[in-house]
């Protein structure tokens, strides 16, 4: 099996990319102004 150079394990490689959409989908929240018909959704990784 291939894994790249930089993880050790499979597992690890699957942490990291977790971690890399985790990253990409926060949003800090007290920057944006909702209006009244807006929707906060969570979503779990």
Same mark, same amino acid.
């Given at each position: ?25 926060? #949003? ?11 929707? #906060? ?5």
């Amino acid at each position: 099996m291939f894994y790249s150079r930089r993880f050790d394990s499979w597992d690890e490689l699957i942490q990291n990319i977790y971690e890399a959409i985790e990253a990409c989908l926060e #949003v800090d929240m007290k920057k944006i102004e909702l209006k009244p018909k807006d929707k #906060v959704l969570e979503l779990a990784v």
